[in-house]
């Protein structure tokens, strides 16, 4: 995991902050020790060690983040959190996982009214047994 950061919507963190601090190994301590940004206007003290709680305006919030980071910030799940970085346009390299399944309905990862956001194709490998497609995109110029 090469991210300096992780950043979770309020309901990936409780997700995670349930699943993560009893599990072992070198995953685990990486995600268990490193800093943990999550973004919510409801949560207030978070309980899982080296986290920091981001409120007020999300877009203001992860821009410094942004800025006072040096590495990467990942963003595992979080649609919500996701569509509103898309949208402040803070999102500087995708990394999609598209699974073989149609479901034919269901919310979408792209917002209405964003401003068009132009990337290009950097890394296309397929994983697992199933196919799953892991897409990684950077800024076009």
Known sequence: MEAEVQLLGRRTYEGFAAAWPSREGVFADKINNGAKYVVSNTLTDPEWQNTTVISGDAA?????LKDETDGAILVAGSGTLVQSLLAADLVDEPRLMIFPTILGRGRRLFPEGI???KFKLAESRTVGPDGVQVQVYTRAE
């Open 60 to 64: 203001a919030g992860v821009s410094k």
């Open 115 to 117: 401003d068009r956001l």
